[in-house]
């Protein structure tokens, strides 16, 4: 079901910029880009989505490539509260907008 | 917190028992997405329901059930329970249905089949 592809796991050291790649290379032209994050347990958290252009707002960037087959978030200053599961979402029109959660990246941020 | 509100929080019951889940969706969001996510494993989609009427259908099995009232609270309903279906299990809302409307998610039941 998931349209996308993302690393298991990364890295990135407190207070630098976390950078987390998505490939959807069959995404369709309506469809949005979303991202959520979940820490431990709690119930997915939404960052940011988009369609086409770049977004920004106060947790996140997302930069979407031109061709639309690639993404990625941007955390500009990771905290070890930004430890989590990050998923990247297609919502996929054809089955009705549905959110399909793959797998995601586990971000560690480090001290 | 999320607007999404799902009780109980917590639920522990014997095999072949049944329960139900209940969510209120954040005010003014019509539609209502369930999702279970059993240990260690990923979000699995199970039904939407807009408005009262189900609009798509994932992965729920036929033990489960769903249902959105008037007022736009949803119910799961889990009967015949097994073991494996012990799980975390999230309740999402959205104010429309369309790609361009983000979800919020409750903080779960977690329900234990013992």
């Known amino acids: 079901d998931a349209k996308t592809t993302q690393p298991p796991s990364m890295d990135c050291a407190e207070g630098r910029a976390a950078n987390l790649p998505c490939n959807h290379s069959?995404?369709?032209?309506?469809?949005?880009v979303y991202w959520y994050r979940q820490i431990h347990s709690q119930g997915p958290q939404y960052i940011i989505h988009g369609l086409k252009n770049n977004e920004t707002n106060e947790m996140a960037s997302l930069i979407i490539t031109e061709d639309r087959k690639s993404s990625t978030l941007i955390l500009p200053h990771a905290t070890l509260r930004d430890t989590a599961v990050y998923y990247c979402i297609v919502r996929v029109r054809d089955t009705g907008n549905q959110f399909y959660f793959g797998t995601g990246t586990s971000l560690t941020v480090i001290p | 917190d999320s607007g999404v509100t799902q009780t109980p929080k917590h639920l522990i019951t014997a095999t072949g028992q049944r329960v139900t889940l209940r969510c209120s969706p954040r005010?003014?969001?019509?539609?209502v997405y369930w999702y279970q996510q059993s240990l260690d494993q990923g979000l699995q989609f199970l039904i939407q329901y807009y408005n009262g009427e189900e609009r798509a259908k994932g992965n729920i099995l036929e033990r489960f059930s769903a249902q959105q009232f008037p007022d736009l609270h949803s119910e799961l309903n889990l009967s015949s329970l097994e073991l494996g279906d012990s799980a975390l299990y999230f309740c999402?809302?959205?104010?429309?249905?369309?790609?361009?409307?983000?979800?919020?998610f409750g903080q779960g039941t977690r329900l234990t089949v013992v």
């Open positions: 005010s003014g969001d019509l539609s």
């Open positions: 069959t995404i369709s032209g309506n469809e949005y």
């Open positions: 999402a809302s959205s104010s429309q249905q369309g790609g361009n409307t983000e979800a919020f």
